[in-house]
Each structure stands twice: as structure tokens, then as C-alpha cells.
């Protein structure tokens, strides 16, 4: 839709950049009918991003990245402490309409917006009693094997002479319930913070 908006000179002169981002997650998962959700899981991700410029200010930018979902949660019963870490390993592929606010300059705000999918590779859910593993259950049949989700956020672009150096702040929102067999209400929510350099 943009590169049919955008003057035809213009979109015939789109370039683009390629780049990494790596950073942490901080994941969730929340039940529909619950106000409250897990506790933040913390985990690495990272992946690879395209940049098609269409104009100075407007690019649409398709990213892959390895990407956890999940999340942690524990309780106090008769002096004994029980945890349980859900781990939900996914391909996520968002694809995001991203604006500069500036175009001159060294620094570049952005804002970006975009529909994503993850594609599940594995599930585990771990549940210890003080520290103690007690068990490790494969979930991965239980669940969709994809995952639907709105990414917004916003970040700095800082131009070098040949790289561009990035940092951006996101939030990944689910938007369907990600069980196989139930009530479909299970969502995953993600804060992830990552760093990038693009060339």
C-alpha cells in the first residue's frame, strides 16, 4: 500500500539495508479471564532484519528472529518453595511499517508498527520444588504450532559513514490464544530490548 502511495520516481529508487539486532526478552504469558499473568522470563534473542526504504522517511522492514515466549511463576506452600517456567521457542517474523521522524542528521528518531507470526519449535514447561527440578514436560503438542501477534514500538538510528548503529524498544502482543485443545485463552505478551547494526 505504501509503495503504491509513494510518487512513482520515488518507489522506482527504493533501496534498502540489511542488518542484525540481538538483545533480551522479557516474556509473559496471560490467561484471558485472569488479570493477572506469570512473571517476566528473561531470554536472549536475536535475528536478522531488511530494511526496503521507500522513501527517506518511510521503510517497510521484514525481520526474523529466534524469539522465547513464556514465563515464570512461584509460590510458598508448607515452607516448601514450587516454581514453574514455561519456554516457548519460536521463528517469529514480524513485519513492521517503520517511520523516521527525522531525516537529517546523525541521529534518526523511529516509530514502527507491524502484524507478526511465530512459528513454534519446541515447548517446555519446568516445575522445581526449592530449586530442585522435578520435572520437564514437552508441551509442544498442546499448542498451535503458530503464534499471532502485533509488534509496536519506537528507537534510534544513529548513521555512520558506512553502518548504522540501532536501538529499539518493543512490545509483542498476542492476539489469539495459543493452546492446540481448550478455551483458546492463553496469549503471550513480550518487552524486548535490542541493538542492531545495519549495513
Not at 52 to 75: C, S, W
Not at 88 to 106: D, Q, S
Amino acid at each position: 500500500l505504501l509503495t503504491a502511495l509513494a510518487p512513482q520516481p520515488v518507489a522506482a529508487a527504493v533501496d534498502f539495508d540489511l542488518g542484525i539486532k540481538a538483545g533480551v526478552s522479557l516474556a509473559k504469558i496471560k490467561w484471558s479471564d485472569e488479570t493477572e499473568a506469570t512473571c517476566n522470563l528473561l531470554q536472549p534473542v536475536f535475528g536478522v532484519f531488511a530494511s526496503f526504504n521507500l522513501t527517506k522517511n518511510i521503510a517497510i522492514q521484514p525481520e526474523i528472529y529466534l524469539l522465547t515466549q513464556g514465563g515464570t511463576d512461584e509460590y510458598t506452600f508448607d515452607l516448601d518453595t514450587y516454581a514453574f517456567k514455561a519456554l516457548y521457542r519460536y521463528i517469529h517474523i514480524p513485519v513492521l511499517a517503520k517511520v523516521r521522524l527525522m531525516n537529517e542528521g546523525k541521529f534518526r528518531p523511529i516509530l514502527f508498527a507491524g502484524p507478526a507470526v511465530g512459528i513454534l519449535l519446541s515447548a517446555h514447561e519446568k516445575h522445581y520444588t526449592n530449586g530442585v527440578l522435578d520435572s520437564d514436560d514437552d508441551v509442544k503438542e498442546y499448542l498451535k504450532n503458530t503464534n499471532f501477534s502485533l509488534v509496536f514500538g519506537a528507537g534510534v538510528e544513529y548513521m555512520m559513514d558506512k553502518l548504522m548503529l540501532i536501538l529499539d524498544v518493543r512490545y509483542d502482543m498476542g492476539l489469539a490464544g495459543i493452546e492446540a485443545i481448550g478455551t483458546d485463552q492463553l496469549k503471550t505478551r513480550a518487552l524486548m530490548f535490542l541493538v542492531g547494526v545495519g549495513f
